[in-house]
């Protein structure tokens, strides 16, 4: 039996509470991401970050229809 039938042949309210599990998990993670990286040692530098920030920041620009 694959992963998928198995999920399909839960009642719908265990898919619903492993949703939220998996969402709780989730949350998680990213709540302990920062607290993870500073004891290891892994936390970027504000140099690092701000470079990070500085290359993902979003750029949009408007080209017209005619493509002037």
Do not use: C, N
Not at 1 to 6: E, I, N
Not at 26 to 34: F, R, Y
Not at 41 to 51: F, H, I, N, R, V
């Amino acid at each position: 039996m694959s992963l998928w039938s198995s999920y399909r042949s839960l009642s719908p309210k265990s898919k619903a509470l492993f949703g939220v599990g998996m969402m709780a998990w989730a949350s998680i993670g990213l709540w302990a991401s920062p607290q993870v990286e500073g004891a290891m040692g892994m936390a970027p530098t504000k140099e690092e970050q701000e470079d990070l920030d500085r290359k993902m920041a979003l750029r949009i620009s408007r080209v017209d229809k005619d493509g002037h």
